[in-house]
């Protein structure tokens, strides 16, 4: 029997287009003119491409260095969305700004992952870096920060003091190093009225200019940064880079 075309069921809605390939993961740092520095943070990329096999991952930068982030975009292949995971500490103008403008205009379908910090994970090299400086129980600590102009940046710094304070049973003082208020130097010397020595905790992700300054002020001893030279990256960043990358591809 004939059915009648009038009451038949209709066509199926065409399903949504999926993406089937699994995003890149592309890491974008700071960029720096050390080349410590510049080895400390491929050294940091490397370790996440063998930690994931299974993806594409791909390193660049916001500024300083090459390529920046449309040029890594572009090589990748043009059927691959990417995730772009900022490798820096906190979300100020880079990721607020720079990072959403560029995937705007991406011809992929992009993500941007949260920045690294806040997180307890970077308070745990934080801490450690500490020990192996020699911090004594009654040391004054004070986290240098590079510093921002976003308030948000800013805030995410006063974050980690809080939460670094919280792991060490003491009292965190925190500085910067440029554009927000206290400096980094005029921290350090309001910790001195109340101990008699001050510790930098250097919270930046690997050697450079700004680690040359957090280094330079008047404090009794300082940290390596949280990528020291000559070592591997903390099991704590690789996981960290991990994660953010993981959250960041759940829309695809």
Do not use: N, W
């Amino acid at each position: 029997m004939l059915l009648d075309p009038r009451v038949a069921d209709p066509a199926p809605a065409p399903a949504e287009p999926r993406h089937t390939a699994q995003p890149a993961l592309v890491a974008i740092s700071h960029g720096t003119s050390s080349p410590v520095g510049q080895r400390a943070v491929a050294s940091l990329v490397a370790a996440v491409a063998g930690a994931r096999g299974d993806l594409t991952v791909s390193g660049g930068f916001v500024d300083v260095q090459q390529p920046d982030v449309e040029a890594t975009l572009d090589s990748l292949d043009h059927a691959v969305p990417a995730v772009v995971v900022p490798l820096l500490l906190s979300a100020g103008y880079h990721v607020h700004v720079d990072l959403r403008d560029e995937l705007a205009v991406a011809p992929r379908p992009t993500a941007l992952a949260a920045a690294l910090g806040p997180d307890d994970r970077l308070v745990a090299v934080l801490s450690r870096r500490l020990l192996e400086a020699g911090l004594k129980p009654d040391d004054g600590v004070v986290l240098a920060c590079a510093g921002s102009s976003d308030a948000r940046a800013v805030a995410d710094c006063h974050d980690m003091g809080a939460r670094l304070s919280a792991a060490l049973g003491r009292a965190v003082r925190v500085g910067f190093i440029s554009a927000a208020e206290p400096r980094l130097a005029d921290a350090v010397e309001l910790e001195r009225e109340s101990s008699a020595r001050v510790v930098v905790s250097t919270y930046l992700l690997a050697p450079g200019y700004f680690t040359d300054l957090a280094h330079a002020t008047t404090a009794d001893a300082a940290t390596a940064p949280l990528l020291a030279a000559g070592e591997s990256p903390p099991a704590e960043l690789v996981e960290l880079v991990v994660d953010r990358y993981r959250a960041g591809s759940s829309g695809f």
